[in-house]
């Protein structure tokens, strides 16, 4: 049976899987302890985005 696609304003804590349909709107790498990741935010075709709270002002 395949997952219908949720939104980013559906995911909760409840679960550990989703299927998201999204578009990355910007991304950058950060090195913390030595350790470089990829940080990104991402938008569903509703508009909802998963970022820090401050950096949404900038994307606006």
Do not use: A, N
């Amino acid at each position: 049976m395949e997952r219908p696609c949720q939104f980013i304003g559906d995911v909760t804590d409840k679960s550990d899987f989703w299927k998201l349909t999204v578009r990355v709107k910007d991304k950058w790498t950060v090195v913390k302890d030595g350790k470089e990741h990829l940080e990104m935010i991402i938008v569903d075709v509703k508009g909802h985005t998963s970022c820090y709270s401050y950096d949404i002002q900038s994307y606006l």
